[in-house]
Nanobody, 122 residues
Framework: QVQLVESGGGLVQAGGSLRLSCATS????????MGWFRQAPWKEREFVAA????????YYADSVKGRFTISRDNAKKTVYLQMNSLKPDDTAVYYC???????????????WGQGTQVTVSS
């Protein structure tokens, strides 16, 4: 069992930055790949970024490539999402998730956090 708790969301102006954190509890953090997803009002949940167990491989949605960076600290059992050059379209609830495979498909993630709100004003 893995518990995930996101933090770091908030209100920021367009062009600004935020860093989201996802702290995990439970054993075997290093056996999981981690992902970030987001869901805006009246939209489906969409993939943002993913990272494999040791951070050696990362994947990004085209909409955030070059602006967002996913990373992980296995000693702290935490995964991060650094978000730069934020746009109003980035406004959403951001969720972290854990999966046994490195994947962009939400249904392939086994554990989810409760989400953190990110609001980008124009």
């Amino acid at each position: 069992q893995v518990q995930l708790v996101e933090s770091g969301g908030g209100l920021v102006q367009a062009g600004g930055s935020l860093r989201l954190s996802c702290a995990t509890s439970g054993r075997a953090f290093t056996t999981y790949s981690m992902g970030w997803f987001r869901q805006a009002p009246w939209k489906e949940r969409e993939f943002v970024a993913a990272i494999n167990w040791n951070g050696g491989n990362t994947y990004y949605a085209d909409s955030v490539k070059g602006r967002f960076t996913i990373s992980r600290d296995n000693a702290k059992k935490t995964v991060y999402l650094q978000m730069n050059s934020l746009k109003p379209d980035d406004t959403a609830v951001y969720y972290c998730a854990a999966s046994r495979t490195t994947t962009v498909v939400a249904n392939e993630y086994d554990y989810w956090g409760q989400g953190t709100q990110v609001t980008v004003s124009s």
